[in-house]
């Protein structure tokens, strides 16, 4: 099986900064694709930024110029850099992967979440 695991939320206030982190564990062969996606309450869940093993990536246009996605291909990792924080980034946020793994083949595979609360 493949697990994501979050960390890196919390409680900070406007104007601030957070990186989230999501590791994934499990008979990997390879990752094509990574992606962070948020929920706010009462609202759907939102794509915010995806990255491909190669590097490319792409943003939801309320997180450009203020978050970036990057990934560590030798631990599987992906990181979310959130600067310029505001309230209304406030949210669950959800690590997104499609995974290779052996014996399953494709798959895709969701963290459990983690916590982002901006508030002055």
């Known amino acids: 099986q493949v697990q994501l695991v979050e960390s890196g939320g919390g409680l900070t206030q406007p104007g601030e900064s957070l990186r989230l982190s999501c590791a994934a564990s499990?008979?990997?062969?390879?990752?094509?694709?990574m992606a962070w996606y948020r929920q706010a309450p009462g609202k759907q869940r939102e794509l915010v930024a995806t990255?491909?093993?190669?590097?490319?990536?792409n943003y939801a246009d309320s997180v450009k110029g203020r978050f970036a996605i990057s990934r560590d291909n030798a631990k599987n990792t992906v990181y979310l850099q959130m600067n310029s924080l505001k309230p209304e980034d406030t949210a669950v946020y959800y690590c997104?992967?499609?995974?290779?793994?052996?014996?399953?083949?494709?798959?895709?595979?969701w963290g459990q979440g983690t916590q982002v609360t901006v508030s002055s």
């Open positions: 997104n992967a499609n995974v290779i793994a052996s014996p399953y083949g494709l798959g895709l595979y």
């Open positions: 990255i491909t093993s190669g590097g490319t990536t």
């Open positions: 499990g008979s990997i062969q390879s990752i094509p694709a």
